[in-house]
């Protein structure tokens, strides 16, 4: 059973840094695509950025040049590291990944963290 685990959400002020960690873990073969998005309260889930191994990474527009995602293959965890948080960057993180294992290949999801940004 594959399992993805999240952590680092929290409380910061605006302008501050988190940084977001997502293990995976379980019967993999291999991980395609791994990634981040969120669900702010009353709007729908949205891509925040996705990384797939020997492709530059993509970003939403409203992040760009201040997350960066990266990820350690030999580790099968993805990363988010987030600067100059927003108040509008508040939401649940979830982390989510194409994962290849010997029953085929299956889009899994972390349990959430929560990022909350005060102004």
């Known amino acids: 059973q594959v399992q993805l685990v999240e952590s680092g959400g929290g409380l910061v002020q605006a302008g501050g840094s988190l940084i977001l960690s997502c293990a995976a873990s379980?019967?993999?073969?291999?991980?395609?695509?791994m990634g981040w998005y969120r669900q702010a309260p009353g709007k729908q889930r949205e891509l925040v950025a996705a990384?797939?191994?020997?492709?530059?990474?993509n970003y939403a527009d409203s992040v760009k040049g201040r997350f960066t995602i990266s990820r350690d293959n030999v580790k099968n965890t993805v990363y988010l590291e987030m600067n100059s948080l927003k108040p509008e960057d508040t939401a649940v993180y979830h982390c989510?990944?194409?994962?290849?294992?010997?029953?085929?290949?299956?889009?899994?999801w972390g349990q959430g963290t929560q990022v909350t940004v005060s102004s």
């Open positions: 989510n990944a194409r994962i290849y294992t010997r029953s085929g290949t299956k889009d899994y």
């Open positions: 990384i797939t191994s020997g492709v530059s990474p």
């Open positions: 379980g019967s993999i073969s291999s991980i395609n695509v």
